[in-house]
């Protein structure tokens, strides 16, 4: 099987990914990106689907008289951040940018679309799906929700992601856990506030959140086993307005992260447990409102070996790195690798700024590897 020679597509590549960085788009806003990945897969010849998860756009393109099929998803939102990287395509909307590396990761996915719209030596269905939202509301959950895997089935489903860090061009992924659950709590303590000078008529719900934060530091540690990773984090408390006042309310933001989705149960159950029992050893009452959680991103074995051995195959033995441990991090592509068996392929940026950050920026040296191998990708499952 042929690799497509992409040197005469590349600039143009490029110049796409260039124009996606420019034009950053929070989720399920991502009105004018969704716009141009649908142009570029109907200029190529691809049955355009969009609308799913709201912005959501998927690429169908079939080869030959077999029912089998692959899909390969690429994240095109961006994230509230201010860019500082002075490039010549930086963001023109001001207060948002592509921090993630997700217009690179579109670009790719347009790329290996492009590659396949000139190859005929396939026999088979490719799905394009190019999902929204990844880092807010779930978007591979809403276009699940949509329909997508029962519009556009798919034997096996494929992601790539960026990471700073790892060297250039190098994949690396492991069988098993990728990433973490997330889950997202706003605990919110009813209390009975009062004046600061007569504390014994209030039911103080500073002292009562404080309380409930100090109890849930021994929830990894007396209630999860050693060998299971998980993490608690309350990252905001907020009450009160002055020194003097005893206010009624206080609000904690909590995040949780697990591998194992029976710890990620177990996590939540004992949140709530401990929270509920904390505040009425005070007299105070809890409101507990969950987000959308994102379970932990699990790579199917067989779906890890071949994208493993398509990646070695295609670029050589130096092309691919065992993932020693996985990421705390979350990914919502979880969503799909929950409904679809799969892999998720972390692909190497090189010594570039950090995930998030407002100097961090795509590596377009790996434009052309990310393409070639969701292309080789589809070749090695369709023939």
């Known amino acids: 099987m042929g690799k497509f020679d992409f040197s005469s597509f590349l600039p143009e590549l490029i110049k796409i990914r260039h ?114 939202a990844e880092e807010n509301f779930g978007g591979g959950k809403m276009m699940i929700e949509d329909g997508l895997f029962e519009r556009f089935p798919c034997e ?58 100090m109890a849930l530091q021994t929830l990894v540690s007396r209630n999860i086993s050693p060998h299971q990773p998980a993490v608690l984090t309350v990252g905001s408390f907020q009450s009160g307005s002055a020194c ?28 709530d447990e401990i929270a509920r029992f904390q505040a009425k050893s005070y007299q105070a009452e809890v409101q507990l409102d969950w987000a959308v959680g994102y379970p932990a991103t699990i790579n199917n074995k067989q779906a890890y070996e071949l994208a493993r051995d398509v990646a070695v195959a295609s670029f050589g033995e130096d092309a691919f790195e065992e993932l020693d441990v996985p990421m705390m991090g979350s990914e919502d592509f979880s969503f799909l690798l929950e409904a679809v068996p799969g892999a998720y392929i972390f692909l190497g940026n090189g010594d570039s700024s950090g995930l998030h950050t407002s100097r961090y920026n795509f590596n377009d040296e790996i434009l052309e590897r990310g393409a070639s191998f969701f292309h080789q990708m589809a070749k090695s499952s369709l023939v």
């Open 19 to 132: 124009q996606l960085h420019a034009m950053p788009e929070i989720g399920l806003s991502e009105f004018k990106t969704s716009e141009f990945i649908a142009q570029h897969l109907t200029k190529w010849g691809f049955e355009v689907t969009r609308g799913l998860g709201q912005t959501g756009v998927v690429g169908s393109l079939k080869r030959g008289d077999s029912n089998r099929s692959i899909g390969f998803r690429a994240d095109f939102d961006a994230l509230p951040i201010l860019e500082e990287t002075g490039l010549p395509y930086a963001s023109q909307h001001e207060g948002v940018m592509h921090a993630c590396g997700h217009d690179g990761h579109t670009a790719i996915l347009l790329g290996a679309a492009y590659a396949l719209s000139q190859d005929q030596d396939f026999n088979g269905a490719v799905h394009m799906i190019f999902q929204p």
């Open 244 to 271: 003097n006042i005893i206010p009624d309310t206080a609000v904690l933001e909590l995040s949780m992260r697990a591998m194992d989705p029976s710890v990620r149960v177990a996590l939540r159950d004992r949140v």
């Open 156 to 213: 096996q489903v494929f992601a790539i992601h960026n990471m700073p860090g790892l060297a250039t061009g190098v994949f690396s992924a492991k069988a098993g856990a990728m990433a973490a659950s997330i889950d997202v709590l706003t605990l919110t303590v009813k209390g009975s506030g009062g004046h600061g000078a007569m504390p014994e008529l209030t039911v103080d719900p500073v002292v009562v959140a404080s309380s409930i934060v």
